[in-house]
């Protein structure tokens, strides 16, 4: 009996959600013939597709091929430098500015050699990694021979700076350690 009472409550409350199902879509505008109830709606059949193995198929999803993306970025940005595929500069540990310690030449220009190729598609022409290195020469000796070194370079208005082998001559030369090397042997014979 129980049992019965149940499968009435539930045909009671169908019944009463199918009336209320029906006076909803009338009072929208729609006809109950053109809605259809959960009993009345098709059901949905599982269906085998033949797709081409992958060695064949010329996009990972057949069915929707790949849509191009097209973004729109301000000129000059570092998004638009990715974009259309120019190098950006890797900011790593930069040399230490070089003010004229002879001693220290050798580890700055290794540094700015280090520095230059790791960010080789950037400073791709000698005027650029001359003008790199020059823009570490900031205090002291090391100012002073810029100034100098660019006053010879300089034809009017114009400013030729030559090869980078030159320019890395010139400044060796500058500072080379000669007088370093016999300070220290004098003080060690003076000993």
Same mark, same amino acid.
């Given at each position: 009996?129980?049992?019965?009472?149940? +499968?009435?409550?539930?045909?009671?409350?169908?019944?009463?959600?199918?009336?209320?199902?029906?006076? !909803?879509?009338?009072?929208? &505008?729609? @006809?109950?013939?053109?809605? =259809?109830?959960?009993?009345? *709606?098709?059901?949905?059949?599982?269906?085998?597709?033949?797709?081409?193995?992958? @060695?064949?198929?010329?996009?990972?999803?057949?069915?929707?091929?790949?849509?191009?993306?097209?973004?729109?970025?301000?000129? &000059?940005?570092?998004?638009?430098?990715?974009?259309? #595929?120019?190098?950006?500069?890797?900011?790593?540990?930069?040399?230490?500015?070089?003010? #004229?310690?002879? *001693?220290?030449?050798?580890?700055? =220009?290794?540094?700015?050699?280090?520095?230059?190729?790791?960010?080789?598609?950037?400073?791709?022409?000698?005027?650029?990694?001359?003008?790199? !290195? =020059? @823009?570490?020469?900031?205090? #002291?000796?090391?100012?002073?021979?810029?100034?100098?070194?660019?006053?010879?370079?300089?034809? #009017?208005?114009?400013?030729?700076? &030559?090869?980078?082998?030159?320019?890395?001559? +010139?400044?060796?030369?500058?500072?080379?350690?000669?007088?370093? !090397?016999?300070?220290?042997?004098?003080?060690?014979?003076?000993?």
């Amino acid at each position: 009996m129980e049992i019965d009472k149940e +499968d009435d409550e539930e045909e009671s409350e169908r019944s009463t959600s199918k009336e209320e199902f029906q006076e !909803v879509q009338e009072a929208l &505008g729609q @006809s109950v013939a053109e809605s =259809l109830t959960e009993e009345q *709606s098709p059901k949905i059949e599982l269906i085998n597709i033949d797709l081409p193995s992958p @060695s064949t198929a010329t996009h990972l999803n057949p069915i929707f091929p790949p849509t191009p993306i097209t973004m729109t970025t301000p000129a &000059g940005t570092a998004a638009a430098a990715a974009l259309t #595929g120019s190098p950006k500069e890797l900011r790593v540990n930069t040399p230490t500015p070089f003010e #004229g310690d002879r *001693s220290k030449l050798r580890t700055f =220009l290794l540094n700015c050699k280090l520095y230059l190729v790791i960010n080789r598609e950037i400073y791709n022409h000698d005027d650029k990694k001359i003008t790199f !290195v =020059l @823009s570490y020469l900031t205090e #002291g000796d090391a100012s002073m021979w810029k100034n100098q070194w660019l006053q010879l370079k300089r034809t #009017g208005a114009t400013i030729t700076l &030559g090869t980078y082998a030159a320019f890395y001559a +010139d400044l060796t030369d500058a500072f080379k350690e000669e007088e370093q !090397v016999q300070n220290t042997l004098y003080k060690i014979h003076n000993l």
